[in-house]
């Protein structure tokens, strides 16, 4: 036999197991997975090429964005465009385009491309080179890569440092952001021939090397990735 006090203890049990259902509800088997926002970074990450210049994702551009005050303008592009320049006019078009854009990121990456893109034509690395160029500038290189194979010579090329990487121009063609960079870099670079002879340059010596390259990015693709469009020797 039951006394009182077990049902009344019997009784509160059950109206504690009742409202506790009630709150938490019960696991049916079709809840959503807890958000992880480190598997979800990983994932961006294992898709990532390391041969791109990258901006951040677009995923940022969606949210409401707050317009730089007057002064913030001005700020905006120190170090990198004068106020009221052609060039912070063409980087203001880029970033009313592309909400995320960044031009420190940009520019960091622009010098691991251009150096990349350096080393990989001495080396005759075709797929590296596919990724970072346009089909008109990856087509050019590619045959000068095919020449200087035909002759059998090789290129030796090793950075010693990028000095300055100044942007000259930056627009908005159409819905292609294009931004061109002025790079002086040291190099060391020699051309051997078939005998290992060298034809060109010099293995001791730095060498101080101009360049202006043209990147560009078509704003409207969630793709980040910028591409060398065209490249020239500067002065």
């Not at 034809?199 to 980040?224: C, H, M, Q, Y």
Request: charged share 30%.
């Amino acid at each position: 036999m039951f006394d009182i006090y077990t049902i009344i203890f019997l009784a509160l049990a059950v109206f504690i197991f009742l409202r506790l259902r009630s709150v938490l509800g019960q696991r049916t088997g079709r809840e959503r997975r807890r958000y992880d926002p480190y598997s979800a970074r990983d994932a961006v990450r294992g898709a990532t090429n390391d041969n791109v210049v990258p901006l951040p994702g677009r995923a940022a551009a969606d949210a409401p964005q707050k317009l730089p005050e007057a002064g913030e303008r001005a700020e905006r592009w120190k170090g990198i465009a004068e106020p009221g320049s052609v060039v912070a006019a063409g980087l203001d078009a880029i970033a009313r385009e592309d909400k995320t854009f960044d031009v420190k990121h940009f520019l960091t990456g622009a010098r691991a491309a251009y150096e990349m893109i350096v080393l990989a034509y001495a080396e005759g690395d075709r797929r590296a080179l596919r990724n970072l160029l346009s089909r008109e500038v990856y087509e050019g290189f590619e045959a000068a890569i095919r020449e200087r194979e035909s002759r059998g010579e090789a290129v030796e090329t090793r950075f010693v440092a990028i000095d300055t990487s100044d942007i000259m121009a930056a627009e908005v063609r159409g819905r292609a952001a294009q931004i061109t960079i002025r790079f002086v870099s040291q190099l060391i670079s020699v051309t051997r021939d078939k005998a290992e002879k060298v034809i060109e340059g010099n293995p001791e010596k730095v060498t101080e090397v101009t360049d202006v390259w043209t990147f560009a990015r078509d704003l409207s693709s969630r793709d980040p990735n910028w591409k060398l469009v065209a490249t020239e020797a500067g002065q």
